[in-house]
């Protein structure tokens, strides 16, 4: 009975540090999440490869009124930038074929302050394999 009981505090306890761990990681996406908000955060083409078109609403809430950018990830060209303001509605027209991440950037230290992304998702797949009719 006893070994029972040890056994299960034992498989337990691990998973309660893993638990506050991962609320924690909650947390820092929560703060980034209100920097950025992307939304809708889901484009839906027909077919897998096809390009697919949203307007997409990014509200930015800026940390304090410093300059700052929004720009695709690992792009130098921003997509507009702001100066003096606490918030701001961009409407963007969205065209990819695959997801992209934006970030929110601080422009005089370069750093990232918020990340957010759009997923490109397709109803269709490709289907790979042919098809072969017979007649008889």
């Known amino acids: 009975m006893y070994s029972k009981l040890l056994v ?3 498989i337990c306890a691990p998973m309660h540090s893993l638990a506050a761990t991962s609320t924690e990681a909650s ?6 999440a209100q920097a950025l908000k992307v939304s809708p955060n889901k484009c839906v ?9 949203a307007d997409v609403t990014f ?3 800026m940390p304090d009124r410093k300059e700052y ?3 695709e990830k690992d792009q130098a060209m921003p997509i507009g ?3 003096e303001v606490q918030t701001v509605n961009y409407l963007y027209s969205f065209a990819r ?4 991440t934006y970030e929110l950037v601080a422009r005089e230290s370069a750093s990232v302050v918020a ?17 072969r009719w017979r007649l008889f």
């Open 69 to 71: 950018c929004l720009r």
């Open 45 to 53: 083409a027909l077919n897998e490869g096809r390009t697919c078109f």
């Open 59 to 61: 509200t930015l809430q």
């Open 8 to 10: 299960l505090a034992l």
């Open 81 to 83: 930038c702001w100066k």
């Open 97 to 100: 074929t695959q997801s992209v």
């Open 27 to 32: 947390d820092i996406t929560l703060e980034e």
């Open 115 to 131: 990340e957010g992304t759009i997923e490109v998702n397709w109803v269709h797949k490709i289907r790979t394999k042919k098809r």
